[in-house]
């Protein structure tokens, strides 16, 4: 092999050994750094409702909403007549 063919192929092998033997050095005397991450927020899931109407007009009468939404008491609706007082709210539905 000629010079010019070994000092290119020696320069190129010496680098890839340094590469290779260079990238994990450790010392026993380092010491590691263990930082804590800040705590995720706690999960609390708050589910409200938008406000809505709760009554619709028209000049026969009136739809009134009842109930709050849950499994316990859940909405409905009544018809109420133009004229008429309200009347008492219907029993829940049996299930």
């Not at 290779?20 to 005397?29: L, N």
């Not at 609390?44 to 109930?67: C, D, H, K, M, N």
């Amino acid at each position: 092999m000629k010079s010019t063919t070994r000092i290119p192929l020696l320069v190129t092998m010496m680098a890839l050994a340094a590469t290779t033997m260079g990238g994990c050095i450790y010392s026993s005397t380092e010491k590691e750094r263990v930082v804590q991450s800040p705590a995720p927020p706690p999960t609390t899931t708050v589910i409200t409702q938008a406000p809505t109407e709760r009554v619709v007009s028209y000049p026969e009468g009136r739809w009134t909403l009842y109930g709050d939404g849950t499994t316990a008491s859940p909405n409905y609706w009544v018809w109420v007549p133009a004229g008429a007082a309200p009347p008492p709210p219907p029993p829940l539905p049996r299930r």
